[in-house]
């Protein structure tokens, strides 16, 4: 499975973004989604996380009431919606994919992914 995210940009303070991660070569109807994030300088770190099913989700506090991750199996994608954007939320975008017979997994660590797509910018000026 390859992994296409796109979505990125530069965008003020208060903006909102969505994110898509398209599955190629493969289907996700298998597969936990999730998004990660890595600002510079520091690690690579946990965003939202949605089950094969998209019955489960699960975010980082930080992000809680302002990002919405969804899925479209059909269309073999994952969204990261992003409201109410924050300088904080600046960095490099993620998405991966974990393999899973769990329809409700909705994996936290980046170590239990199996796939990852190659990032997409998000900056977010004051």
């Known amino acids: 499975v390859q992994l296409q995210a796109s979505g990125g940009g530069l965008v003020q303070a208060g903006d909102s973004l969505r994110l898509s991660c398209a599955a190629s070569d493969g289907t996700l109807g298998a597969f936990a989604g999730g998004w990660f994030r890595q600002a510079p300088g520091k690690m690579r770190e946990f965003v939202a996380a949605i089950s094969w099913n998209g019955k489960r989700t699960e975010y980082h506090d930080s992000v809680k009431g302002r990002f919405t991750i969804s899925r479209d199996n059909a269309r073999n994608t994952v969204y990261l919606e992003m409201n109410s954007l924050k300088p904080e939320d600046t960095g490099v975008y993620f998405c991966?994919?974990?393999?899973?017979?769990?329809?409700?997994?909705?994996?936290?660590?980046?170590?239990?992914?199996?796939?990852w797509g190659q990032g997409t910018q998000v900056t977010v000026s004051s």
């Open positions: 991966a994919a974990e393999k899973t017979v769990v329809s409700v997994h909705t994996p936290r660590s980046a170590g239990q992914y199996d796939y």
